[in-house]
């Protein structure tokens, strides 16, 4: 079984500040975990993905996620945030190997205030 | 990246009648197919999940008879709302796994109204 929590469901930051959006998550096996962005009636925009790999992820538009196994987390972070990066953030996690099956968060809002 | 599309983007229909939305990877063979359901300031619910060619897995409380998946060819998946009733109304998006790195790559949706 797997689950994935989402802290904050709305998440609000100025321009050129430090986004920070958390992601604990619970697998029974290694897990995959992504992160993906959502724009208002939009489908889901792949950010980025931990794959057993690097557990420092990077991803597009300067996002980036660290994988922490003692913790169970995978934070998104971006370094300094746009307006454009206003938008629902989700989170999931997947089992690997054959089985593709997603599990997502409940998601986080950003909003990104002038 | 991988794209898929969705089409139509969105659909307004009367109560009792069917809608087929059609999802295609562009650019890549989807060998699993997953389709989802997603409501107002809500996540996405796993509605389904098909891989070509066989009978589509459907999820715990997903009425396989209201929701017929049909995933014909490996580019190619489709979703019909049989006998479409005002609670149907949602968006569903639709997403495509391409065998590397279970990553899915998610379809831009589609908006169904049913009045």
């Known amino acids: 079984a797997q689950s994935v929590t989402q802290l904050g469901s709305h998440v609000s930051v100025s321009e050129g500040a430090l986004v920070l959006l958390r992601c604990n998550y619970s697998?029974?096996?290694?897990?995959?975990l992504f992160w993906y962005v959502q724009y208002p009636n939009q489908g889901l925009q792949l950010l980025l993905k931990?794959?057993?790999?690097?557990?420092l992820v990077k991803g597009i538009n300067g996002f980036e996620a660290e994988f922490k196994k003692s913790e169970t987390s995978f934070h998104l972070t971006k370094p300094s945030a746009h307006m454009s990066d206003a938008a629902e953030y989700f989170c999931a996690v997947s089992g690997g190997g054959s089985n593709y099956k997603l599990t997502f968060g409940k998601g986080t809002l950003l909003t990104v205030n002038p | 990246g991988a794209v898929v599309s969705q089409h139509p983007s969105w659909v307004i229909c009367k109560s009792g009648t069917s809608v087929k939305i059609e999802c295609r990877s562009l650019d890549f063979q989807a060998t699993t197919m997953f389709w989802y359901r997603q409501f107002p300031k809500q996540s996405l619910m796993l509605m389904a999940t098909?891989?070509?060619?066989?009978?589509?897995?459907?999820e715990q409380g997903v009425e396989k008879d209201k929701f017929l998946i049909n995933h014909a060819s490996l580019t190619l998946s489709t979703l019909t709302v049989t006998s479409a009733h005002p609670e149907d109304s949602s968006f569903y998006i639709c997403?495509?796994?391409?065998?590397?790195?279970?990553?899915?790559?998610f379809g831009p949706g589609t908006r169904l109204t049913v009045l």
């Open positions: 931990y794959t057993s790999a690097a557990t």
């Open positions: 697998s029974s096996v290694p897990p995959y």
């Open positions: 098909s891989n070509e060619g066989s009978k589509a897995t459907y």
């Open positions: 997403s495509g796994g391409a065998g590397v790195a279970d990553t899915q790559y």
